[in-house]
């Protein structure tokens, strides 16, 4: 359980069988905006994936600072 923190974006975690889509409990246990998934093994951006609270992907950009 995650305290009440509005400033939170959302979550991260790794699937180490590699496969980055959401399953049910993710979803469920969601919290904030978003949800990114790695799977491993991570070589790339390839291997990131990133939805909303429906479980729908987004579009990840990754930008320079």
């Known amino acids: 359980m ?6 939170v974006v959302g979550t991260v975690h790794s699937h ?30 390839e291997d990131v994936a990133v939805y909303d609270s429906n479980g729908e992907k987004l579009q990840l950009r990754i930008s320079p600072e």
């Open 2 to 7: 995650l305290p009440m923190d509005f400033s």
């Open 16 to 45: 180490p069988s590699g496969n980055i889509n959401p399953s049910n409990l993710d979803l469920n246990h969601f919290f904030g905006r978003i949800l990114m998934i790695v799977g491993f093994p991570f070589f790339g951006k």
